[in-house]
């Protein structure tokens, strides 16, 4: 028994000295202290094995305060505030007819496309130039250097942000067989690579997790899976297709997986009152009874575990994107308790990668949003001319939320700031000061030693 172990039996020291003990095993960065060695020890360069990139979609600053506010308090710090490198990246696109000028307020899709190949493009854009050109995307130039992949999502699997790594389609509602109409190029029909989830087969990433199950149902119209659904050609490229939770648990590593755990976007986390004019009373939010899982934190914890398995043998890691899509989506829909119940769970997905990197250094973990969003917190006396709730936070007082960027009823709308970045691991130095989205894709290339 060592001398501090003896004083951890002694009551009220030993409160003390576990406390010291976790402050020192855990470098916190917002105690007040001199974070000069922290930072510095922090500070790596070379390759990662492998690279865990998490996207909150729509998840600004004025999100991340919200959602830490209301679970953790105003003193408390999330997941994702404890990674010791942080900046700020520039997130707009650009006009497609004149590409040389900026469009102020990116969609997922272009700002997606900005850090999958590198290249600004047009909202609605899919990793193909504003000419149409398809660009290799950061998963792709991973697959082909011999990374296992993975891309994960709590939208459809053939929504913009998981889209931007596995398909090139010019325009983002291109995501089924059947959805073609904006995309006769990229349509099977014209001879094209066919829809995003014909294309995500294709691409054939060892994990995708998400909904969308029925983009997949659809019938492929012209090549050698004519008049079979995407899922029969998923099969055939040797896919294990799970659809819940327990089907999620039992994956093996040995064969790719393709989960789809809901027709479209997955469900919500948790609900509460919807904004409205003239503000609601203050309540907190409550779980979705009608929530059917895996949670997002279940879908990272799997895929990181298959995609470690997968790639032991080998000299090279994985690459895995994972997504909390609906973040955004919830912002749109003026929905806080919604929103925020996303933002919590995409922080325990955070976790278990910071979990999986702590005993895995070389892995490369970037937590990062494609746009900023609507909601913003505002003074409780303020009267405002859009849509607001109160919720009781975690600090037991009142928290006012205001959505004001389109007319109240209407969508909610992105907002053109720059948003927050933060890493650690090798290359992570990369995202300190203020940088652009498209930065990302050699930050995230550098560290897998690709090219293209
Ligand atoms: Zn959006």
Same mark, same amino acid.
């Given at each position: ?53 998490? =996207? +909150? ?6 999100? =991340?305060?919200?959602?830490?506010? %209301? ?17 700020? %990246? ?27 190949? +590198? ?17 290799? &995307? ?46 006769? /190029? ?12 014909? /294309?995500?087969?294709? &691409? ?7 909904? +969308? ?5 659809? &019938? ?5 899976? /004519? ?62 009874? /009608? ?35 609906? =973040? ?49 917190? =505002? ?8 849509? &607001? ?26 907002? +053109? ?36």
């Amino acid at each position: 028994m060592t001398s501090s172990s003896r004083l951890i039996r002694r009551g009220a020291i030993a409160a003390l000295a576990v406390g010291a003990l976790t402050a020192a095993a855990m470098p916190t960065f917002a105690s007040g202290g001199d974070r000069t060695d922290a930072v510095r020890s922090a500070i790596k360069g070379g390759k990662a094995r492998n690279v865990i990139l998490l =996207i +909150g979609d729509g998840m600004g600053d004025s999100e =991340i305060t919200i959602a830490r506010n %209301y679970a953790k308090g105003a003193a408390g710090r999330l997941a994702l505030d404890t990674l010791p490198l942080t900046g700020e %990246y520039t997130t707009y696109a650009v006009n497609k007819s004149d590409p040389s000028k900026p469009d102020y307020v990116t969609d997922s899709a272009a700002s997606g496309s900005g850090w999958a190949t +590198g290249h600004k493009t047009y909202n609605g854009a899919i990793s193909v130039t504003p000419d149409g050109k398809p660009q290799p &995307t950061v998963l792709e130039l991973a697959k082909k250097a011999g990374f296992r992949t993975g891309d994960v999502t709590t939208a459809e699997l053939g929504d913009a942000t998981p889209a931007v790594l596995s398909a090139h389609v010019a325009d983002r509602s291109c995501e089924g067989p059947a959805d073609m109409a904006k995309c006769p /190029q990229q349509d099977k029909v014209n001879g094209g690579p066919g829809s995003i989830s014909e /294309q995500q087969v294709q &691409t054939g990433a060892d994990v995708y997790f998400g909904g +969308g199950k029925a983009r997949f149902a659809q &019938t492929i119209k012209a090549g050698q899976f /004519q008049g079979k659904t995407v899922l029969d050609q998923a099969a055939a490229a040797g896919y294990n297709v799970v659809s819940d939770a327990a089907g999620l648990a039992a994956a093996k590593p040995g064969k790719k997986v393709l989960g789809l755990f809901a027709d479209g976007n997955m469900p919500l986390e948790w609900t509460g009152p919807l904004a409205k004019v003239g503000g609601t009373d203050p309540a907190k939010c409550t779980p979705n009874a /009608q929530f059917s899982g895996p949670h997002l934190r279940d879908m990272a914890n799997k895929a990181i575990s298959l995609l470690d398995a997968q790639s032991k043998r080998g000299k090279k890691g994985f690459f895995l994107q994972i997504e909390g899509a609906s =973040i955004d989506k919830q912002d749109h829909a003026a929905n806080p308790c919604g929103q925020i119940g996303e933002n919590v769970e995409f922080d325990r997905a955070v976790q278990a990668s910071l979990d999986y990197a702590r005993h895995h250094r070389d892995t490369l973990v970037v937590v990062t949003a494609d746009h900023g969003h609507t909601s913003q917190i =505002i003074p409780l006396e303020a009267q405002s001319p859009g849509q &607001t709730a109160t919720l009781i936070t975690a600090d037991g007082s009142n928290m006012k939320i205001n959505y004001a960027t389109n007319t109240p009823g209407q969508s909610q709308e992105h907002t +053109g700031t720059e948003v927050r970045i933060a890493a650690q691991g090798p290359q992570a130095a990369n995202v300190v000061g203020v940088t652009d989205q498209t930065d990302l894709f050699h930050t995230l290339s550098r560290a897998l030693g690709v090219r293209h």
